[in-house]
Structure formats: structure tokens, C-alpha cells
């Protein structure tokens, strides 16, 4: 079936009718949400979670689109081999706006307690904690230290579990997964429909005792780029142009291969826990490598969690001039380029700093303060990069002041 979601749904279908009366154990229901409103100060400026938010929040209100989402999964278990899982969530997504959407949709089967297989709408695990990164209450902080896009694709995953190292006291766990990803973006003002992009990765991952250690790499190929009016115009204006065509190859997203490398350590025991994670994304054809390191760590105290991060993200600032000289007549060319291949480029920090409180078993309540300094990011909206030279552009700073309240049942 050529629609994804078609087949994931006839597999279900095929998954339910095939089992014997006998054989239907337990339907559960669980789920998990965020309310969440986040601040800041700066005139002029609009931020957002990641790139998958259609809109950012503005100066000095308190936006509730940013992190507040929920989700609703049900489980069918037939027998002790087999299963079906079906996930809805709700949140402010492009083109979507808060209609429900299908984010994880799979049958799983296990042969043996080391296997599990996996098709239909699974979670991307590239980075760590990519398979919950939208369950705010699994997560230390209020938003993933990466906002990394797509999360999902339509596929297929085999994971094997094993005992290995000194008197078989650590657990090895290896995982492969291929399909196709799911979702739309923005960069740069431009909406990008990445679904039928080809992707595949895999990961080993290591735990023993209170550490978990991981390494994994992924590879897609996008099959989806900038098609607006204003892109087509500004690539005819280039093309034109001395250099036109090495700018045009660098704005060029569709059939450009991404390979993605990661590795990352984690140490939870008894009050304390922390997080280190490194990962390196280059794409095919030369352009700019981006890089991203994060800390992360915190320390329970009976029902409180203050928890401190810091995120660096950067991408090497390789701009191409159009050739022609800077006059009044060729500014907003020049100007046009330069913005849009900075729109690629990830520059800025993040340091974090928050407090957890547990209302209950399953409620959390967080208070999380950023300061972000930023040269290039998709994340924020800023009028005056427009205006200023992109070559020179410096750092900006912008405060963010989050609460949330987060659940699961």
C-alpha cells in the first residue's frame, strides 16, 4: 500500500481478526500530558520548541502553544508473542493545529524474551531518550536538550537484549530500524514536507549498574525542500548571478543525504542522576557539519529535583558570496542569499537551570529558567538578523521562563 498510514491501520485490522477469541488478554489505556507556559522579554523576538511548531511565542505574554500536548495510547495484547499499540497526540503542530495526530502506530512481536520486531509508526531512537522525547514527565527537563526533527517514520525495527561483561551483570541492547520518515518543518520561513524521506539507523547501547552507555548512527534522504513562490524567485535571481549555481546547490534539501552520529552516557542512582550527549550531523555534497553537546544533571531532595544543563550547538559559518558587488541595486540579493543559506546553520548556547517538584506518584510540577545566547538558530525569530550583515552577525541573548505541569496515567 502506497499510504503509510493505510497499511499501518490494515495491519492492526489483520492483527485483531487473526487472533482467536481466546487469545484477546487485555486492551490497556495509558497517556501522558503537558500544560505548559513559557515567557520572555525580548521586543520583537518569537520563540519556539522546535521546528515543527508552526508559530513562536512573543515578548511578554505567557504562550501555551510551545510545550502543552497530549497523548493517548492503547494496547491490544494477543497471547504472550504478540501486540498492537495506537498513540494519538494532541498539540500545535504545521498545518495540523491541534487536531489529533497518529505519532507511534505499530504490531509488535516477541518470539523470545531477547527479540522484539517492530512495523508501522515507531519512534525514532538516533538520540537518547528520542523514543519519549514528547512525554514531558519521563524527560528531567522541560524540553528536550535537542529538538531534533522528524521523531517518527513508517517502518520497521528489530532490537535484541543480551547479558554480557563481568559475570553477566550488564545488558547489551542493539537496534536497527528503516522506513520512511513522517512530519513537516519549517527553516528559514519555508515549510518542508520531509515525509517519504528513506532513512535507517541503528544503535548499541550498554547498561550496567547505574550507567548506560550508547553509540548510534542514522542516515536519511530528503525527499521534500523549499518550494514557495519567494524561494523559486530567489533561485531564478541567482542563478543569474557569478556564483549562483554553488549557492543553488547549497539551499538544494531535496535528495541531499543527512547522516547523523551520536554517542551519550547516562548515570542514574538512588538521588542523583546525569546525562552527557555529543552528536554530529553532516550532509552529502558539502555542506556545513553541525555539532551538539549537552550536560545535564540533578539531585533529588525528597519530592524536589533541582536539575542544572547546558547545550552547544554549532555549525561551521561557511557562506557563499553571490559575486556581485554590494550597491543599492544588488543589496537585497546579496542580502537574500546570505539569510538563506544561514537558515541551515545552528549557532547558540543554552544554559538551564529548573526545579522539580512531585505532586504525586504520576504528576510533576517543574520551574526551568534559559538563557540562550544565539548567532543562528531555526528556533528564534529575530527581525533585526534580517537587516544585519550575516557574515558578521553577532551573538544575541533572549531569557526563557518555564512552568509546566506534567502527567501520565
Not at 497523548?71 to 498492537?84: I, M, N
Not at 542516515?219 to 519567494?230: F, H, I, V
Request: aromatic share 10%; glycine share 10%.
Amino acid at each position: 500500500m502506497r499510504n503509510p498510514t493505510t497499511a499501518l491501520l490494515a495491519a492492526l485490522f489483520c492483527a485483531c481478526t487473526g487472533a482467536r477469541a481466546d487469545e484477546f488478554a487485555t486492551v490497556s489505556l495509558s497517556g501522558f500530558g503537558t500544560l505548559g507556559a513559557l515567557y520572555h522579554g525580548a521586543e520583537g523576538v518569537k520563540y519556539r520548541r522546535d521546528v515543527s511548531v508552526p508559530d513562536g511565542a512573543s515578548a511578554r505574554r505567557w504562550s501555551l502553544a510551545q510545550d502543552s500536548m497530549l497523548g493517548v495510547q492503547a494496547t491490544a495484547r494477543f497471547g504472550e508473542h504478540l501486540e498492537a499499540t495506537l498513540q494519538l497526540t494532541i498539540r500545535d503542530s504545521i498545518d495540523r493545529g491541534y487536531t489529533p495526530q497518529v505519532s507511534l502506530g505499530f504490531v509488535k512481536w516477541k518470539p523470545d524474551a531477547a527479540t522484539t520486531l517492530r512495523a508501522g509508526r515507531i519512534g525514532l531512537e538516533v538520540y537518547q531518550r528520542g523514543d519519549s522525547s514528547e512525554i514531558g514527565y519521563a524527560n528531567p527537563m522541560v524540553r528536550p536538550i535537542f529538538g531534533l526533527y522528524p521523531r517518527t517514520a513508517d517502518g520497521v525495527d528489530a532490537e535484541w537484549l543480551t547479558p554480557i561483561g563481568p559475570m553477566g551483570g550488564g545488558i547489551l541492547r542493539v537496534k536497527s530500524q528503516a522506513g520512511y520518515v513522517v512530519g513537516k518543518m519549517t527553516t528559514g520561513g519555508e515549510t518542508i514536507d520531509v515525509s517519504g524521506s528513506p532513512m535507517v539507523d541503528f544503535l548499541a547501547e550498554y547498561t550496567q549498574g547505574s550507567w548506560t552507555g550508547r553509540v548510534a548512527a542514522g542516515k536519511s534522504t530528503s525527499r521534500g525542500g523549499p518550494d514557495s513562490e519567494s524561494f523559486r524567485a530567489l533561485c531564478t535571481a541567482l542563478s543569474a548571478t557569478p556564483r549562483g549555481a554553488e549557492i543553488l546547490d547549497s539551499l538544494t534539501q531535496k535528495g541531499r543525504a543527512t547522516t547523523a552520529y551520536a554517542i551519550g552516557l547516562r548515570y542514574d542512582s538512588g538521588p542523583f542522576q546525569a546525562q552527557a550527549d555529543y552528536a554530529r550531523v553532516t550532509w552529502q555534497s558539502g555542506w556545513p557539519t553541525q555539532a551538539y553537546s549537552a550536560l545535564q544533571g540533578g539531585y533529588r531532595i525528597s519530592r524536589f529535583t533541582p536539575y542544572a544543563g547546558y547545550t552547544y550547538m554549532r555549525t561551521e559559518r561557511r557562506l557563499i558570496e553571490t559575486g556581485l558587488p554590494w550597491n543599492v541595486a544588488t543589496y537585497a540579493l546579496n542580502q537574500g542569499a546570505a539569510l538563506a543559506q544561514a537558515a541551515h546553520f545552528t549557532n547558540q548556547t543554552i544554559a538551564t537551570a529548573g526545579l522539580r517538584y512531585e505532586l504525586s506518584r504520576n504528576t510533576a510540577l517543574k520551574f526551568q529558567v534559559d538563557a540562550i545566547r544565539y548567532q543562528d538558530t531555526p528556533s528564534i525569530f529575530d527581525p533585526t538578523l534580517l537587516t544585519e550583515d550575516v557574515a558578521g552577525r553577532g551573538f544575541k541573548a533572549i531569557t526563557l521562563y518555564s512552568v509546566a505541569l506534567e502527567f501520565v496515567f
